[in-house]
């Protein structure tokens, strides 16, 4: 049971260059979200899907888009990387998005260096 | 948003319990508390939450007042492998989804 898993773990890229972050949970969770942690800043919430077909901006989604793939997948794309987003990414998921008595479950993260 | 306030460092001797408390004082209603860990550059790892009924699993017991304005995480014999960053969170539902407020956290540093 591997919880949720994200690829890369590392990513170094050029100013406007794009990539996908990939994530997949397999927990059988309806919700899954999108958090980028920067020193100082806690964890803040980019995109979240409160279930499959549904996405929905959070906190800080310029620069972003996503994908919910189907139940189990759900990818962050940087059309054009900025060096303002260099940070640690993670992917979560939960049962249900909407209720407070919900545990988010992490992955292990994506370090990402624009440069 | 409801804040939570924590000591920034505390440190323990492996084998006996670690106290971790939190303040939370504008906690509202139906709001839980969730505590997480966080072991070097890992991802937050979920320990245990609660709502006004003190709770226990595996990992650890937390403990709630009965204002629910604190609580406190007990790791009942604590190991070298419990030294993390421990988050005490309360989550805050905004359009629909979980908002982490986290507070600064306590660095928790187990000593053989």
């Known amino acids: 049971n591997a919880g949720v898993t994200q690829t890369p773990k590392f990513q170094v890229l050029k100013t406007g260059q794009s990539m996908t972050l990939q994530c997949a949970q397999d927990?059988?969770?309806?919700?899954m979200y999108w958090y980028r942690q920067d020193p100082g800043m806690g964890l803040r919430l980019i995109y979240y899907?409160?279930?499959?077909?549904?996405?929905d901006k959070g906190e800080v989604p310029n620069g972003y888009n996503v994908s919910r793939l189907n139940k189990r997948e759900f990818s962050l794309r940087l059309e054009s990387a900025a060096p303002s987003q260099t940070s640690v990414y993670f992917c979560?998921?939960?049962?249900?998005?909407?209720?407070?008595?919900?545990?988010?479950?992490f992955g292990n993260g994506t370090r990402l260096t624009v440069t | 948003d409801a804040k939570t306030t924590q000591p920034p460092s505390m440190d323990c001797a492996e084998g006996r319990a670690a106290n971790l408390p939190c303040n939370h004082s504008?906690?509202?209603?139906?709001?839980?508390v969730y505590w997480y860990r966080q072991i070097h550059s890992q991802g937050p790892q979920y320990i245990i939450h609660g709502l006004k009924n003190n709770e226990t699993n595996e990992m650890a017991s937390l403990i709630i007042t009965e204002d629910r304005k604190s609580s406190t995480l007990i790791l009942p014999h604590a190991t070298l492998r419990d030294t993390a960053v421990y988050y005490c969170i309360v989550r805050v539902r905004i359009q629909g989804a979980q908002k982490l407020v986290f507070g600064q956290g306590t660095r928790l540093t187990i000593n053989p």
């Open positions: 979560a998921s939960s049962e249900f998005a909407g209720s407070y008595n919900s545990p988010l479950h």
């Open positions: 927990m059988n969770h309806n919700s």
């Open positions: 504008t906690i509202s209603g139906n709001e839980y």
């Open positions: 899907s409160a279930s499959e077909g549904t996405t």
